[in-house]
Nanobody, 116 residues
């Protein structure tokens, strides 16, 4: 069974930084795309960042410049670096990848809480 495992979530103060990691099975590489999505209570899941093999990264509204997605092909990890975080960044962050088998895979999420 293919599983993505997110880690790095936790409690962070407003203005602080946090880096999330997503361990991806090596069998899914090379990835066509990798994403981070998030969902906060009462809201729909939204795209945070997307990295593709054929273009520049795409970021959700108001996130570009604060968040950075990257893929380490040697370590089989997808990262999301979060800086200058705000209370509205609170939510469950999910990693998703479009693997070499042309299927989408999701992780179970990691909680990020930003205190004001």
């Amino acid at each position: 069974q293919v599983r993505l495992v997110e880690s790095g979530g936790g409690l962070v103060q407003t203005g602080g930084s946090l880096t999330l990691s997503c361990a991806v099975p090596g069998s899914l590489f090379p990835l066509t795309a990798a994403e981070w999505n998030r969902q906060s209570p009462g809201n729909q899941r939204e795209l945070v960042a997307k990295s593709t093999s054929d273009g520049p990264p795409v970021y959700g509204d108001s996130l570009k410049g604060r968040f950075t997605i990257s893929v380490d092909n040697a370590k089989n990890v997808v990262y999301l670096k979060m800086t200058s975080v705000k209370p509205e960044d609170t939510g469950v962050y999910y990693c998703a990848v479009y693997g070499s088998d042309r299927r989408y895979y999701w992780g179970r999420g990691t909680q990020v809480t930003v205190s004001s």
